[in-house]
C-alpha cells in the first residue's frame, strides 16, 4: 500500500486559514470513510485531532475540520495561531490486508 | 486515566532482533472494539504504521515489513510486544505505540511518548 500523498509544506499568517490535502487510492482514502489526522510537534508523541474524516475528538479544537472527495482527504484550520506550527499527517484504513496508511506529513509555518 | 509506555533497548546491532514492549493502563485490550497499534518515524521521516493487535487477537501488520515483524501480547501484564527481525539501519528511529478504542474507525487516539531505537554496530 503506498503512502498517501500529502503536499510538503504549507504556511499562512497568524488569523489566516490554510488548507492540507491527503490523496490516496480507491483502495484507502476513497473506499473508506476512516480518514484521521495527526499534529505532531518536534519531540512530541502525535496528537488525534481528526477521526472518521470530519470528527473531532473531545477537547480538540473547532478550528480544525476535516472534509473528503473522492480519494481526497483534506483538513482545514482555520484562525492560525503560532502553536498550531507543526507537522501535520494523515492517515487511512486500508482494508484487512494493509489496515493503515500515513501521508508523508505536511510542515505548517505560521508566519 | 489511559496510558501507555513503550521501553526497549535504545541500541541494536545490524541483523539483531528488535523486541518492544508496550505498556498500557486505564483499558483493557479485551474490549470489543479496542486495538493497540505500533507506529514509527525515522529521523527527518515521516510516520510509519507498523502493526496492530486487535481485541480478538487478531493481528495486522504493515505488508512491505510483514515477514520482519510479529506481535504477541501478554494479558497478565497489559502488554504488546513487537519484535522486528534483521535491523538495518534503516530502522532507526522513534517508535510508538497507541490506542485504537475503536478500531479502525476512531483513530490512535492516546500514544506513548516514543522510545529512541539506533541501529549501528
Known amino acids: 500500500q503506498s503512502a498517501l500523498t500529502q503536499p510538503a509544506s504549507v504556511s499562512g499568517s497568524p488569523g489566516q486559514s490554510i488548507t492540507i490535502s491527503c490523496t490516496g487510492s480507491s483502495s484507502s482514502v476513497g473506499d473508506y470513510n476512516l480518514v484521521s489526522w495527526y499534529q505532531k510537534h518536534p519531540g512530541k508523541a502525535p496528537k488525534l485531532i481528526i477521526y472518521e474524516v470530519t470528527k473531532r475528538p473531545s477537547g480538540v479544537s473547532n478550528r480544525f475540520a476535516g472534509s473528503k472527495s473522492g480519494n481526497t482527504a483534506s483538513l482545514t484550520i482555520s484562525g492560525l495561531q503560532a502553536d498550531d506550527e507543526a507537522d501535520y499527517y494523515c492517515?487511512?484504513?486500508?482494508?484487512?490486508?494493509?489496515?493503515?496508511?500515513f501521508g508523508g506529513g505536511t510542515k505548517l509555518a505560521v508566519l | 486515566q489511559v496510558t501507555l509506555r513503550e521501553s526497549g533497548p535504545a541500541l541494536v546491532k545490524p541483523t539483531q532482533t528488535l523486541t518492544l514492549t508496550c505498556t498500557f493502563s486505564g483499558f483493557s485490550l479485551d474490549t470489543s472494539g479496542m486495538c493497540v497499534s505500533w507506529v514509527r518515524q525515522p529521523p527527518g521521516k515521516a510516520l510509519e504504521w507498523l502493526a496492530l493487535m486487535d481485541w480478538g487477537d487478531d493481528k495486522y501488520y504493515n505488508t512491505p515489513l510483514k515477514t520482519r515483524l510479529t506481535l504477541s501480547r501478554d494479558t497478565s501484564k497489559n502488554q504488546v510486544v513487537l519484535t522486528m527481525t534483521n535491523m538495518e539501519p534503516v530502522d532507526t528511529g522513534t517508535y510508538f505505540c497507541?490506542?485504537?478504542?475503536?478500531?479502525?474507525?476512531?483513530?490512535?487516539?492516546?500514544w506513548g511518548q516514543g522510545t529512541t531505537v539506533t541501529v549501528s554496530s
Open positions: 492517515c487511512s484504513y486500508a482494508g484487512s490486508s494493509s489496515f493503515a496508511v
Open positions: 497507541a490506542r485504537l478504542h475503536v478500531c479502525p474507525s476512531g483513530g490512535m487516539d492516546v
